[in-house]
């Protein structure tokens, strides 16, 4: 999509372009050109709004994860007592599985990028502090974690398993966690 000179909104549209490339090509395949050529705006427009592929990678990521917080807080915002939390656990783990493969890989991607840069560690320990606090509203804070690692790992595991796992598994697992 071209944007004009004015558009306020170019910033969003580098950002968007940059979760959309990163989730076609990977992170190894970023560049100033190719996310500009994505968003349809003028090479400078790069350098104008980023310091760099460090700062721009690192706001994209950011906003993605925002984007999975809110995921959650959608679903475990609404509980008004552990059973509901329980069920939204188990909701929200397969809304993220079932959903758009997009996610999924810039999730991965990721955690890549964060096993070998600190910088992007302390994104994802941001990220995990986060979802963990919603998961506190409702679980004591050793649950939240538990919680919180099943999530990820079940959400995995079904994304990417030819014959992925039921209801029944993930209630289950939910339970024994979540039991006290």
């Known amino acids: 999509m071209a944007t004009g000179y004015a558009d306020p909104r170019r910033r969003e549209h580098i950002l968007a372009a940059t979760l959309d490339h990163i989730a076609a090509e990977g992170v190894a395949g970023v560049s100033h050109r190719k996310i500009a050529a994505r968003a349809g705006v003028p090479l400078g427009s790069m350098t104008y709004h980023f310091t760099g592929i460090d700062d721009l990678l690192r706001e994209a990521f950011t906003r993605f994860a925002d984007h999975i917080v809110e995921v959650f807080d959608e679903y475990l915002g609404g509980a008004a007592d552990t059973e509901q939390a329980r069920q939204a656990v188990i909701d929200l783990v397969h809304t993220i599985s079932d959903g758009p493969q997009r996610d999924l890989v810039l999730t991965q991607e990721l955690y890549t990028l ?32 538990q919680l919180d690692a099943l999530i990820e790992g079940l959400t995995l595991h079904r994304a990417l398993d030819t014959a992925p796992h039921d209801r029944a598994l993930t209630t289950e697992a939910v339970r024994r966690i979540t039991a006290a």
């Open 114 to 145: 964060a096993a070998r840069r600190p910088e992007y560690r302390e994104l994802t320990r941001t990220w995990m502090a986060r979802s963990r606090d919603l998961l506190e509203r409702h679980f004591d804070p050793d649950t939240a974690r």
